[in-house]
């Protein structure tokens, strides 16, 4: 009898130290861990809006961060190491880093954040019925590139070769650059194509281009552009080049104008789709969602550094004024 009380002390003993930890290995298991794939510049947003939604980094979620650093061949294998990490939703910015997620797992979840076209990208079959396990938003870049043109036009009456600086890589900028291509000729411009797919094609692109004389210049949001953006406006107003980006933050940091919607607010509404997941919502059941406004920002600062004047017609119009 004495012996059968030691032994039930005994399990007692282990079961008593064995569940707290198996319930904290189950609390471990159940911390969300979302993968980050590439760009980083606008991550916060994101990040800021899940922590309003109760999540908070370290606690209740956690972070993996895969950064290309403007090498697109490095995306297949950043894609790859989030799948084998077993993170429950991917996220990403742009074409190329949701194609390498796509091909990398076609059962988590991947949230797209500012995709130009998600169609023609062969991301989704449908934006109102996404399917599979991708959905997010779209930036529009294709649909709004030839709108880009006209304001750039109405801005400078006076441009007659605009180069559009692209990656051939992306299958959205490829979609908008032909968008532009066929746009240009009724507005009277010549296009000028400046490809460049990586950081260390831009210096070389851009001498090649400025042999052709361009009188202004356009940029997109591809993500590798996004990461050495800077290093573009320094190259345009050395050479006193007036550029139009995609993206506000662009035109606001030195670009001549920008025309397009909030990438950061694009980032933030991405927060709503995890949040969904998460909570068990599949993605093929959440729609691609589309921007619904749209922001013209022109800078004065740079008109007047490059001896412009902008016409009142187009200067009242615009949504934001750097000045």
Known sequence: MTLSIAMLATVLAVLLFAVPHAVEGQEAAKTPRIGLLDYGKFWD???????????IEGRTIIFEYRASEGVPERLSALAQDLVRRRVDVIVTYGTPPTQAAKQATR???IVM???????KAGVVPSLARP?????GNTILGPEIGAKRLQLLREA??????????W?????????????????APAMGLTLLPMEVSSVGELDSAFAAVMKKRPDALMVTADPVQQLFVGRIIQLAAGTRLPTIFQIKENAMAG????????????FRRAAAYIDK????????????????TFELVINLKTAKALGLTIPPSILTRADSVVE
């Open 113 to 119: 954040v500012g995709v130009g076209d998600p169609v």
């Open 167 to 183: 990656n051939p890589q992306n299958a959205s900028n490829a979609a908008q650059f032909y968008n532009v291509q066929r746009a």
């Open 156 to 165: 400078l009456p006076k441009v007659a070769r605009v180069a559009m600086l």
């Open 277 to 292: 997941i998460l909570k068990g919502t599949r993605p093929s059941d959440l729609p691609v969602e589309q921007p619904e």
């Open 131 to 135: 399917g599979g396990n991708i959905t």
């Open 255 to 266: 670009g001549l104008m920008s025309y397009g919607p909030s990438l950061p607010e694009l």
């Open 107 to 109: 059962t988590i979840p």
């Open 45 to 55: 947003p994101l990040l800021q809006r899940l922590n309003e939604l109760g999540y």
